[in-house]
């Protein structure tokens, strides 16, 4: 199993910063690496969401959100990561509040050698797009960015 973990630490409510990260739909609007972001169900906590990154990757993921423990969690149902699991947590520090992502996953797509490519090159991939998210929602919360403005 390859795990990557990464943390951001925002000048902002804790209440604030999970909302904006649970609002998945609107990636788009301050994270540079998604181009679309739909929820193509939902049954309370839960959804199915549909995700293209810029660089015209697709995958489906479902998404679990407990606002009671400000924690979401999520599983990649199809993609070019299918079965990674991530987890958001949250918690409120004396500077705003941190944001612990992880992800987990194996990589398959080549035998034998699979996991290897994974820790050297997948894995580097995987922390880019963590970080970037990361700093996009800092970016939302710190800077009031306007909703429905890209770029």
């Given amino acids: 199993m390859i795990h990557t973990e990464d943390t951001i630490v925002i000048k902002g409510n804790v209440d604030e910063v999970f909302e904006i990260s649970s609002d998945v ?5 301050f994270i540079p690496t ?21 660089a015209g990757y697709k995958w489906r993921s479902r998404v679990f959100v407990d606002k009671d423990k400000r924690l979401i969690k999520a599983e990649q149902l199809e993609g070019p990561l299918k079965g ?10 004396d500077d705003g509040t941190r944001i ?3 992800h987990d ?6 035998p034998l050698i699979g996991n290897l490519i994974g820790r050297l090159i997948v894995s580097r ?14 970016r939302k919360v710190e ?5 429905g403005r890209r770029g």
């Fill in 143 to 147: 800077e009031g960015l306007q909703i």
């Fill in 125 to 138: 991939i995987v922390k880019k797009m963590a970080t970037q998210t990361l700093e996009g929602v800092k």
């Fill in 25 to 29: 739909e609107r990636y788009p609007e």
């Fill in 34 to 54: 998604y181009k679309e972001v739909r929820i193509l169900s939902k049954e309370g906590p839960e959804m199915i969401v549909e995700r293209e990154s810029e």
């Fill in 100 to 102: 612990v992502l992880t």
């Fill in 84 to 93: 990674m699991k991530i987890e958001w947590k949250f918690a409120e520090i």
């Fill in 105 to 110: 996953f194996e990589y398959k797509k080549v």
